[in-house]
C-alpha cells in the first residue's frame, strides 16, 4: 500500500494521545428524546469471539444511549465487499462497515462511503498517526476511522528448524532456499503459499519483492517485468521444481482460513510469509505447540538492501446512502467505539484502551489510536508481535489506487498460473504485467 504512510507508526508507541472526546449529544440530535430507537448495523467479517465482543460494546453503549439499537451483522471476508455493495441502498442496509483500505477508493467514487462530519474528521487527525489519517482522506476529505494496521513477516516452526539442524531464521533468499530444502521430506514442506485468496497470494509475493528492492507501481504503472519482480516469481519457480514448495498445500477458503493455516499449525509447513492478525488463529489450532512458532523479518533479496513486508489497514466507514439521522448515530457510536470512552466494556477490556483495540487485540491485530498504542504497549512487546510492531517503520505499504482490487486479483491469476506449472516465471510476470496496467486503465478512465 503507500510508501511511507506507516513510518510515523513506531514512535507512537511511547507517546500518549490527547484526549478528543468527538460526538455527544449534539451529533446524534436526539439523546434521551422519546420515540422509536434508531437502528443502525455494523456490518464486519470477523469471527463468533469478536462479534461477541463487539455485541458486547454496542449493548454497553445502548445503555447510556436508550434511543440507539446497534445491531453487528458478519459475513465470510469474501462476501464484505459484494454485500455491502448489493445491500448498501436499501433502508435495512448495513450504516457502517468495516473495510480494508484498498476498497475505499471506489466506495468513495461510487458514493457509498460518507464523509466524516467535521467533528469526528477532527477526532482522527487529532488522535491517528498522520500516515493513517492520510490513509482514511480521499479529495481532501476523511472518510472513516481507522482501526488496524497489518503487515506481514516469515512465520517459521522452531522445532521443525531444530530437527532440520537449522540454527536460525533465514535473512536471505539465499539462506530462505537452502532451508526450505532441508525441511522437505514427504508430507512436510519447507516453505509454504497461500492460493485462492487474492491478498493472500499477492501480499506476501510483494513482501519479498520489497525486500529485493522493487515494487508494484511506479506513478500509475504496475512493474511486473521489472527484474527485481521477475527475481521472486523466479524463486518461487525453484521453490515447486525442488518440491520444497507444494501448491496443493497452499488453498485458502471463503474465511481465509484452510489448509494453508491448517499445514503450518499442523507442522506440516516449515516457513510461511504471513500476516499478524493469524497470531489467534495459530494460538487455537495449535495448543501447546504454538510454543514452536518463532517470527522473522521477510529474508532480503539479492537486489535488497533492507527487509520490507507489504503493509495495509482496515477502517470504519458510515455508508453515504443510510438516512442522515442513521449517518449521525453512525459517526457518535464510532467515535465512541475508538475512543477511550469505550474502555473496559468487553470481556477481558484493557484500562486507558478504546473497545475497538480490545476487539483487535484479542486476535493479534495492530491497533492504530495513538491511546490504545500505549495501552497495549507491554502486549505489543510479546515474542510473535515484536517483529511485526519492530518491522513497521520499514513496511512498503500496499498502494490503494482506483483499480487496486482489479489489479490485485489479476496478480493473484498469474502467481497461480506459476505455482501450478500454467506458466513460467517470465511469462506469468509478463501477462500480469499487461492485463494489471488494462485494469488500473480501465479504472482510471
Not at 77 to 100: C, D
Not at 140 to 151: C, H, Q, W
Request: net charge negative; charged share 20%; proline share 7%.
Amino acid at each position: 500500500m503507500r510508501a511511507t504512510r506507516f513510518r510515523a507508526l513506531r514512535p507512537v508507541l511511547a507517546a500518549a494521545a490527547a484526549l478528543v472526546v468527538a460526538g455527544g449529544a449534539a451529533a446524534c440530535g436526539n439523546e434521551g428524546s422519546a420515540g422509536d430507537k434508531e437502528t443502525i448495523t455494523f456490518l464486519t467479517h470477523w469471527g463468533p469471539d469478536q462479534v461477541t465482543m463487539l455485541e458486547a460494546a454496542a449493548a454497553a453503549y445502548e445503555k447510556t444511549h436508550d434511543n440507539v439499537d446497534v445491531q453487528i451483522r458478519a459475513v465470510p471476508f469474501a462476501n464484505l465487499l459484494s454485500t455491502l455493495r448489493t445491500q448498501g441502498a436499501s433502508p435495512n442496509g448495513p450504516t457502517i462497515a468495516s473495510i480494508y483500505d484498498l476498497w475505499l477508493p471506489e466506495l468513495v467514487r461510487d458514493g457509498l462511503a460518507a464523509p466524516a462530519p467535521p467533528q469526528y474528521a477532527e477526532d482522527v487527525a487529532s488522535n491517528w498517526p498522520s500516515n493513517l489519517v492520510e490513509d482514511v482522506t480521499k479529495n481532501g476529505k476523511r472518510y472513516g476511522y481507522p482501526n488496524e494496521v497489518d503487515l506481514y513477516a516469515l512465520n517459521y516452526n522452531k522445532r521443525l528448524f531444530a530437527e532440520a539442524g537449522i540454527a536460525e531464521p533465514p535473512k536471505t533468499w539465499a539462506e530462505l532456499e537452502a532451508a526450505a530444502v532441508k525441511l522437505t521430506k514427504p508430507g512436510q514442506q519447507g516453505f509454504g503459499v497461500i492460493t485462492s485468496w487474492p491478498a493472500g497470494v499477492v501480499h506476501p509475493f510483494l513482501s519479498l519483492v520489497a525486500s529485493n528492492g522493487g515494487q508494484l507501481l511506479n506513478g500509475a504503472a504496475p512493474q511486473l517485468t521489472d527484474p527485481k519482480v521477475v527475481a521472486v516469481a523466479e524463486l518461487y519457480e525453484r521453490l515447486v521444481h525442488a518440491k520444497a514448495t507444494d501448491p496443493s498445500m497452499s488453498q485458502a477458503n471463503a474465511n481465509t482460513t484452510g489448509p494453508y493455516l491448517d499445514n503450518f499449525a499442523n507442522g506440516k509447513t516449515g516457513m510461511i510469509i504471513m500476516a499478524n492478525w493469524w497470531q489467534s488463529s495459530l494460538q487455537q489450532a495449535m495448543g501447546d505447540r504454538y510454543a514452536d512458532v518463532g517470527v522473522a523479518p521477510i529474508p532480503v533479496g539479492p537486489s535488497g538492501s533492507k527487509s520490507s513486508a507489504i503493509s495495509y489497514s482496515w477502517l470504519t466507514i458510515v455508508n453515504a446512502k443510510a438516512t442522515q439521522a442513521k449517518q449521525d448515530a453512525a459517526w457518535e457510536f464510532l467515535a465512541w467505539l475508538n475512543g477511550p470512552e469505550s474502555q473496559n466494556v468487553v470481556k477481558g477490556g484493557k484500562p486507558g484502551a478504546s473497545a475497538m483495540a480490545d476487539v483487535l487485540m484479542s486476535m493479534g491485530i495492530l491497533p492504530s489510536r495513538t491511546s490504545d498504542l500505549k495501552a497495549y504497549e507491554k502486549e505489543l512487546s510479546d515474542p510473535f508481535l515484536k517483529v511485526y510492531v519492530d518491522e513497521l517503520p520499514n513496511a512498503t505499504p500496499f498502494p490503494t489506487v482506483l483499480g487496486g482490487e482489479q489489479a490485485t486479483q489479476v496478480i493473484q491469476k498469474h502467481i497461480e498460473d506459476l505455482l501450478f506449472g500454467k506458466a513460467s516465471a517470465a511469462d506469468a510476470m509478463k501477462a500480469a504485467q499487461e492485463e494489471a496496467a488494462d485494469a488500473l486503465a480501465k479504472a482510471n478512465g
